[in-house]
């Protein structure tokens, strides 16, 4: 598809930034088919990425223009900036550019139903370290409205450092419920006895180092772990019954990320998933993925 006039500025003009900004590559992060011919001929010689949702357009890309590294991507119930990590964790997968890379992005940020915008409308330039280890001080803000930060960075080191180590040498799989204890409370059901029943609160405290490790044991037992705001560790083992809710969730996500969608979107809890397969950490709120972290990364630099 021919560029749009606004497409071929925001291109064009990325070429003119790659320099002076230090750019180490291009990312189009585009919605619909583009005209490839005519990008490549306004971006030669800059390392170029794209993230692409189908899979035919995918081989002809690899095919007609095999200098252009091509990324899987999906659109469907994923935010721009959930897309936009995928495709630079999936690139640094590949060595296709380095954790410490900058990169010039160019997307559309605004939704188009009626097919009237431009196929571009945004540039960015992401300093991939600091965009992969750092939530914005907007999300923070909106996070802690109903987790306490102290709470949500312990729990959301503990996910890491589980996805990154596994367990005894074996990859680990879990869900953390964290937050609006009560409502939770109601939707679970035990699978087992209650690893946490019975001791003080100071020894269920996950702000704790001591008890992050003995959870990480408990890690790999079925069922969700739920905290409460003040992390304090309620009870393990637990299956959610949570109502059909109006979610989307990425294809390729299985029940545990869905139990986690699930129960962000009934309740004001915030779920973080361990992936067993991948080792990623994801952090539902609302029913969306607000976060998205590779466990081989640098540990998360958590400010306001």
């Not at 930034?17 to 619909?32: F, K, R, S």
């Not at 109601?186 to 001791?199: K, L």
């Not at 790999?220 to 637990?238: F, P, T």
């Amino acid at each position: 598809m021919e560029l749009s006039p606004t497409a071929a500025a925001l291109v064009a003009g990325a070429r003119g930034l790659v320099g002076p900004l230090g750019a180490d590559a291009v990312l189009v992060l585009a919605d619909t088919p583009l005209e490839w011919e005519e990008v490549r001929a306004l971006l030669p010689d800059v390392p170029l990425l794209t993230a692409v949702a189908s899979h035919p357009e995918r081989l002809v890309l690899r095919e007609k223009f095999p200098d252009v590294r091509v990324l899987e991507s999906t659109t469907a119930g994923v935010s721009i900036r959930e897309r936009l990590s995928i495709a630079l964790l999936e690139a640094i997968r590949h060595e296709w550019v380095n954790p410490g890379a900058r990169v010039l992005v160019l997307c559309r940020n605004f939704p188009d139903p009626d097919g009237d915008l431009p196929q571009l409308d945004t540039m960015h330039l992401v300093l991939l370290g600091q965009h992969l280890e750092r939530l914005t001080a907007r999300e923070l803000r909106g996070l802690e409205t109903r987790v306490p930060l102290p709470t949500l960075s312990a729990v959301v080191e503990l996910a890491t450092e589980i996805g990154r180590e596994g367990r005894e040498y074996f990859p680990t799989g879990t869900l953390f419920i964290v937050g609006d204890s009560r409502n939770v409370m109601e939707m679970a059901r035990p699978m087992n006895f209650n690893p946490f029943r019975g001791y003080p609160e100071n020894e269920r405290d996950v702000k704790l180092s001591a008890v992050r490790e003995q959870i990480k044991d408990l890690a790999r037992l079925e069922g969700a772990i739920l905290i409460s705001k003040d992390g304090i560790a309620m009870a393990g083992c637990m299956r959610l019954m949570v109502p059909d809710e109006d979610f989307t969730l990425s294809m390729g996500l299985g029940t545990r990320h869905a139990a986690a969608a699930a129960v962000s979107k009934a309740t004001k809890a915030v779920a973080i998933t361990v992936s067993q397969s991948t080792g990623v950490v994801r952090l539902f709120q609302d029913g969306q993925v607000l976060l998205h972290i590779e466990p081989g990364l640098r540990p998360l630099a958590w400010a306001h």
